[in-house]
């Protein structure tokens, strides 16, 4: 989740024309040849490691549909207009973005029409400066607030499953309020915990300000301080990493692995957790599928392209609870393993 580029200034540089392409950075072209269609494939984070599979399976469809993608990382909205000048420049006909910004919707959507570019978003929908989603703009996307009460309801199964009282217990949630996508996993997750009877005074929103596992670290630390009289805890966010860093900080108090309970999201750097050999507080993670965030996308703007099958306007995927006992054998079946 990058820093905001500010909109006014996003919007003159819009209506100036086209960035010089070396300030693009280039983009990464999987496959190459004649005639082929091209694709760009834009995300806000190349380290991550959901956008390294999403990109990992489009890949896949470029292979087994023929057709050239172009990828590039784009953290902030400056390098987004330069991405799409880029994508114009090299023939590409259409492209697929998780924006650093979900309010950079119109400009985006102006500059695909001037570039004349088929623009598709994935997981972040893009929306107005009023927080409206862009409904005009096909999207795939996660059904957040769903999501979040599946973390809710595995945290509640395993703390009845461990005997808590849930009078004792606090919770910390990780939040970054300025994604809509973040306030709906978060408030779902609260949702069912507080319908199972945890009371509500007792669940502590941590706003994270950096979106990495430090980051997620120094917001716990923060809630624990303030709170050191409550000895169990459980943890949500709106990713792995920003559970982590509640595990992260709660091992640095010396609070035990048998009471911390961390549902994540994205079943990706939560795994590592998995891999150790004895348990910690990362309990489980919502598993989704970046199989059909990057190759069901390519493949629908790829029909777009070469048959005119325009796209669903809104196209909502779902997860599966995994934990250590089983998180080999389900990953395997997504072929993430």
């Not at 190459?32 to 990992?56: C, H, M, N, R, Y």
């Not at 595990?247 to 994540?264: K, L």
């Not at 910690?280 to 970046?290: A, E, Q, R």
């Not at 796209?311 to 997860?319: D, F, I, M, R, V």
């Amino acid at each position: 989740m990058a820093a905001r580029y500010p909109m006014n200034k996003f919007l003159i540089v819009l209506t100036a024309g086209a960035m010089a392409l070396s300030g693009c950075g280039g983009g990464e072209v999987a496959s190459s040849g004649g005639d082929k269609p091209k694709i760009g494939f834009l995300v806000k984070s190349a380290t991550e490691v959901w956008f390294q599979q999403e990109w990992k399976f489009a890949d896949d469809a470029a292979k087994d549909f023929g057709f050239d993608l172009i990828k590039i990382p784009t953290p902030d909205g400056e390098k987004v207009l330069s991405a799409l000048d880029n994508l114009a420049a090299q023939g590409a006909q259409g492209v697929i973005i998780c924006s650093p910004d979900v309010k950079l919707g119109p400009a985006i959507v102006a500059k695909c029409k001037a570039v004349n570019l088929k623009l598709m978003s994935v997981d972040d929908r893009l929306v107005n400066a009023d927080d409206e989603p862009l409904t005009e703009v096909p999207h795939l996307g996660i059904s957040a607030y769903e999501i979040g009460k599946m973390v809710g309801q595995a945290i509640v199964d395993e703390m009845k499953a461990r005997n808590w009282n849930f009078a004792e217990v606090g919770a910390i949630a990780v939040n970054f309020e300025e994604l809509e996508t973040a306030r709906q996993r978060i408030d779902g997750a609260t949702e069912v915990l507080v319908a199972n009877g945890f009371d509500p005074g007792h669940v502590f929103k941590s706003p994270w300000k950096t979106q990495d596992i430090p980051g997620a670290l120094d917001a716990a630390n923060i809630t624990l301080t303030q709170h050191g009289d409550i000895k169990k805890w459980v943890a949500f966010s709106s990713n792995d990493d920003g559970v982590l860093g509640v595990v992260r900080a709660t091992e640095g108090r010396n609070i035990s692995a048998a009471n911390v309970i961390g549902v994540g999201i994205n079943g990706t750097s939560g795994v590592d957790d998995f891999k150790k050999p004895q348990p910690t507080g990362f309990f489980g993670s919502i598993l989704l599928s970046p199989r059909k965030h990057g190759y069901d996308t390519c493949k629908t703007m790829y029909e777009w392209i070469k048959n005119g099958t325009e796209p669903p306007k809104e196209t909502w995927t779902s997860g599966i609870l995994i934990t250590r006992k089983d998180y080999e054998e389900k990953m395997k079946e997504e072929g993430l393993l």
